[in-house]
C-alpha cells in the first residue's frame, strides 16, 4: 500500500546537526512533490520544507531557511531533511507528506512521523 | 506569509449534532484550501482539498465551502470518531496551517 515511513530522530544538543530520511513505498515516488512538516510537541502543524519532484525545487519557510536542507534520491525511494545548527525550538515530530495528485496542492499521504528533540 | 486563523480554538459537542468549524486568510487564496482531521497519536488526514472536495474515502457527512478568505468546514452529524483536532491550511502562497480547533465530547 501507499506508504511513507520518517526515520532518523533522536536527541541531540542545541547547535547539533540531524539528517531525518522518508522512506516511500507503494507509489512511484520519482513522479511526486513531497515536503516535511513538524509538530511541537502540543502544538500545531508548521511546513518546513518542499521538494518537486526530480529535486530542482526546493524552498524551505524563514525559521529554518539556511539551516535545513531538503534533498531526495529517487533511485532509493527517500526524502532525506538535513537540519544544521539545531536549536530548542526545533523540537517536534517530523512528519514528511506527499502532496496530491491534483491541481491542488494539500498533502494526501503522510508517514507516522520521528521524534526529534533539541535539549542540553 | 499568509495567516490562517481558526476558530474557536475548542469547542464541546455531543454526537449527533452538527458542527461547523472557520478558518479565515490573512489575505485572498481563491479556492487554495484545505481541512485536515488529527486524532490523538496519529498523523494529520486530509479530508477535504479546493475548499470543498472531498478526499477520497471522506464520508458525505464532512463538507466545505468559502473561498477567497472565509472558509467553513461542517460535520453534519457528529460521530464518536469524529472527535479530533482539525486543521485548515492554505496553500496558494506556499503553506501554512491554521492553529487547530479541537473537538472534544461534551
Known amino acids: 500500500q501507499v506508504q511513507l515511513v520518517e526515520s532518523g530522530g533522536g536527541v541531540v544538543q542545541p547547535g547539533e546537526s540531524l539528517r531525518l530520511s522518508c522512506v516511500a513505498s507503494g507509489f512511484t515516488f520519482n513522479s511526486d512533490e513531497v515536503h516535511w512538516v513538524r509538530q511541537a510537541p502540543g502544538k500545531g502543524l508548521e511546513w518546513v520544507a518542499f521538494?518537486?519532484?526530480?529535486?530542482?525545487?526546493?524552498y524551505n519557510p524563514d525559521p529554518v531557511k539556511g539551516r535545513f536542507a531538503v534533498s531526495r534520491d529517487n533511485s532509493k525511494n527517500t526524502l532525506y531533511l538535513q537540519m544544521n545548527g539545531l536549536k530548542a525550538e526545533d523540537t517536534a515530530l517530523y512528519y514528511c507528506?506527499?502532496?496530491?495528485?491534483?491541481?491542488?496542492?494539500?498533502?494526501?499521504?503522510w508517514g507516522r512521523g520521528t521524534l526529534v528533540t533539541v535539549s542540553s | 506569509e499568509i495567516v490562517m486563523t481558526q476558530s474557536p480554538a475548542a469547542l464541546s459537542v455531543s454526537p449527533g449534532e452538527r458542527v461547523t468549524l472557520s478558518c479565515r486568510a490573512s489575505q485572498s487564496i481563491s479556492s487554495d484550501l484545505a481541512w485536515y482531521q488529527q486524532k490523538h497519536g496519529q498523523a494529520p488526514k486530509l479530508l477535504i482539498y479546493?475548499?470543498?472536495t472531498r478526499a477520497t474515502g471522506i464520508p458525505a457527512r464532512f463538507s466545505g465551502s468559502g473561498s477567497g478568505t472565509e472558509f467553513t468546514l461542517t460535520i453534519s452529524s457528529l460521530q464518536s470518531e469524529d472527535f479530533a483536532i482539525y486543521y485548515c491550511q492554505q496553500y496558494n502562497n506556499w503553506w501554512t496551517f491554521g492553529q487547530g480547533t479541537k473537538v472534544e465530547i461534551k
Open positions: 479546493g475548499a470543498s
Open positions: 521538494i518537486s519532484y526530480g529535486g530542482q525545487n526546493k
Open positions: 507528506a506527499r502532496r496530491l495528485r491534483s491541481s491542488h496542492k494539500a498533502f494526501d499521504v
